[in-house]
């Protein structure tokens, strides 16, 4: 009994929260992306958060930062999410020379713009959820096979909700 009104209450806030949030991204690019991994960049954002509207960059927007390195406390990090206390914040990085590290040989345009967007997609999806923890399967895994991130199905990254 105790435990399924433990799940009714996390439901309940789960839905506010979603409610509560706008899902407005606003892209940052420092490393100055060509156009065509731009493109497919846009694109697999579009494919995994279809509800996210990635013109706005007003106050309520979440800003999404594409920068060279991942921080030296997480040297090996592909993206972070930062919280405050409870809070998961509205900025999120994906580094690409960390993504690209993860792509061994992999340099054409379109794997490159689908990774940085599958590691975005991750970090805002802690965002919009406002959930810091990870599922065991879809775009909130941990960790992902490497070989995954610039491979051309988008399947494995797409949100799996309960
Ligand atoms: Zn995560």
């Known amino acids: 009994m105790k435990g399924g009104l433990i799940l009714a209450a996390q439901a309940l806030c789960f839905c506010a929260s979603l409610q509560g949030q706008s899902t407005a991204l606003c892209i940052e690019d420092r490393v100055h992306l060509d156009a065509r991994t731009r ?3 846009d694109r697999e954002i579009d494919t ?13 927007a979440l800003l999404v930062v594409i920068a060279f390195d991942a921080p030296a406390r ?5 993206g972070l999410a930062y919280s405050s206390q409870a809070r998961v914040m509205p900025k999120v990085e994906v580094f690409l020379n960390q993504v690209l590290r993860a792509l061994a040989g992999i340099r054409a345009p379109v794997p490159v713009g689908r990774a940085l967007a599958r ?4 970090e805002a999806a802690h ?3 406002q959930q810091h923890g990870h599922d065991r399967d879809g775009l909130l895994r941990e960790r992902f096979p490497e070989w995954q ?3 051309d199905s988008s399947a494995p990254f797409l949100l799996v909700r309960k």
């Open 39 to 41: 493109a497919a960049f």
């Open 48 to 60: 995994l958060l279809p509800e996210s509207a990635s013109a706005g960059c007003g106050v309520e």
């Open 74 to 78: 997480c040297p090996s990090s592909l």
């Open 119 to 122: 590691v975005a997609a991750h």
């Open 127 to 129: 965002y919009f959820l």
């Open 149 to 151: 991130l610039g491979a």
